[in-house]
């Protein structure tokens, strides 16, 4: 997957008014696919599917996760920031997201010819859960 971005962050300038306030209504989903597949205590394994022209709105999403391209396309994300990226996608294509507990907020939109099949694996996180663990804490 790679991505250009097409607007910097700050600049809500070219954004389509539909889309400010469905962002303004803080009505976020947390979750990062569409369907889950399977979950167990240490990860959430998502499945998306988005036709030509559809759209996962706005969401506020903290875990880390690999997502994985079953299909190629092209999408489309909208930060909260005002930084709007161009997302390439090839066949078997795979990118981990960090976001280490901070929130990000966004959405991804299917801008492409073709329908986009994505599968996302959600990593929880382990030591905190698991081990009762603090960041900076040592096994």
Known sequence: MKCVELNPVG?????????L???KKK???NSIGQKLLFENNTIK??????????????RKISGNYNLT????GLAVSRYANGKISLVRIKEGDSMFM?????????????????????????????LE???GLQKGSKM
Not at 11 to 19: H, L, Q, R, V
Not at 45 to 58: A, C, I, M
Not at 69 to 72: D, F, G, V
């Open 45 to 58: 394994v998502w499945e998306v599917v988005l036709f030509p022209g559809e759209r996962l709105p706005f």
């Open 11 to 19: 600049n809500f300038g070219p954004w389509e008014a539909s889309k």
């Open 129 to 131: 859960k698991t081990y």
């Open 21 to 23: 306030r469905e962002l």
């Open 27 to 29: 009505k976020l989903d």
């Open 69 to 72: 391209s079953i299909t190629e």
């Open 98 to 126: 960090k976001h280490d507990g901070q929130e990000s907020i966004y959405d991804f939109e299917n801008i492409g010819e073709n329908i986009l099949f994505l599968h996302a694996m959600e990593f929880k996180p382990l």
